[in-house]
């Protein structure tokens, strides 16, 4: 769903901010009392954001304090983007910087994937060990070492002194791009196949995207 929403976005993104600019010129045009409206919308949906955030947060403050410090160094991290934005009218790319939030978006989806299959595999595992009639699920198995797979084939990948996903800075890559420090042949095989299908049309939208802009552009330069 998540990579379909961002490849949806990509080419939609060329019309979709003529139409929304136009769309609210108009309501604000019309009717005075629209401005309330636009802005219920948008407080709705920031504040539908900030109780996530919370609920999120607060399920972790009464085991330790560090996310308590990190959701304060969050908010203060986002009134200072916000003032800088708003107030002091710091002007950034808004193209370029939602294409490189896409990309970061490809790379989490991947690491979804990944994650998804560990699930699988030890859901599967706790299946097989549950009764002799359901062992055979576990069709790989390794016997010699005590990290094994029951779906996932043979190990490729072991991390585990060198970047522990249950340590900082693993734990970070763990929680934003389903870092293992485990990696298996299915999962290895099922990321690299994702960022080359769904990240390659992707960048492929980005490239056509920014072709048509330039077209577009030498066309309106050409007329003047």
Same mark, same amino acid.
Request: net charge positive; no cysteine; glycine share 10%.
């Given at each position: 769903m998540l990579s379909w929403m961002l490849l949806w976005m990509t080419k939609q993104a060329k019309f979709m901010k003529a139409q929304v600019e136009g769309a609210v010129t108009n309501a604000l045009t019309d009717n005075k009392s629209a401005g309330w409206g636009i802005f219920s919308l948008i407080f709705v949906a920031v504040i539908r954001e900030g109780f996530e955030a919370i609920l999120f947060v607060a399920s972790n403050l009464q085991a330790v304090? +560090?996310?308590?410090?990190?959701a304060l160094g969050g908010l203060v991290a986002s009134i200072t983007v916000g003032a800088m934005l708003f107030r002091w009218g710091i002007k950034i790319n808004i193209r370029q910087f939602f294409q490189v939030m896409g990309i970061l978006l490809v790379l989490i989806v991947a690491g979804l994937a990944v994650t998804a299959l560990q699930r699988f595999d030890e859901a599967f595992a706790s299946l097989a060990a549950a009764s002799r009639a359901s062992a055979s699920l576990c069709f790989y198995y390794e016997r010699?070492?005590? +990290?094994h797979s029951c779906i996932l084939g043979p190990m490729v990948l072991n991390t585990n002194k060198i970047l522990p996903d249950e340590q900082f800075p693993g734990i970070i890559f763990k929680s934003l791009f389903g870092y293992t420090q485990h990696l298996y042949l299915v999962q290895a095989f099922t990321y690299v196949v994702f960022l080359l299908t769904v990240g390659g049309m992707y960048l492929r939208s980005i490239s056509e995207g920014g072709g048509k802009n330039k077209s577009v552009v030498q066309k309106a330069n050409t007329l003047k």
């Open positions: 304090m +560090v996310p308590a410090l990190g010699f070492t005590k +990290v």
